[in-house]
Nanobody, 119 residues
Framework: QVQLVESGGGLVQPGGSLRLSCAAS????????MAWYRQAPGKQRELVAQ???????NYRNSVKGRFTISRDNGKNTVYLQMNSLKPEDTAVYYC?????????????WGQGTQVTVSS
């Protein structure tokens, strides 16, 4: 069994910064791509950023230049540095990872962490 636990969310003023972390634990042989999604009230979940095992990154247009995704393979952890935050970034942020565990390869999701950008 594999668990993903996010941390680092909270309330921040417009223009501020937050750093989200997501640590994977359990029966992990290897982790492939990792990503952050978000879901605002009344909206569909959307991809924010993703990073491959080779550190290739991809971002949705609205966060390019403001958000940075990174990973620490030794700690099985993915990060999302969010700068110049805007009210429209308010959402629950979820991390996901494609993990090779005992017997299979599948995606796992964290429980989500709330990010609120408001003055």
């Amino acid at each position: 069994q594999v668990q993903l636990v996010e941390s680092g969310g909270g309330l921040v003023q417009p223009g501020g910064s937050l750093r989200l972390s997501c640590a994977a634990s359990g029966s992990i042989f290897s982790i492939y791509a990792m990503a952050w999604y978000r879901q605002a009230p009344g909206k569909q979940r959307e991809l924010v950023a993703q990073i491959t095992s080779g550190d290739t990154t991809n971002y949705r247009n609205s966060v390019k230049g403001r958000f940075t995704i990174s990973r620490d393979n030794g700690k099985n952890t993915v990060y999302l540095q969010m700068n110049s935050l805007k009210p429209e970034d308010t959402a629950v942020y979820y991390c996901t990872a494609i993990v090779r565990s005992t017997g299979d390869i599948r995606d796992y999701w964290g429980q989500g962490t709330q990010v609120t950008v408001s003055s």
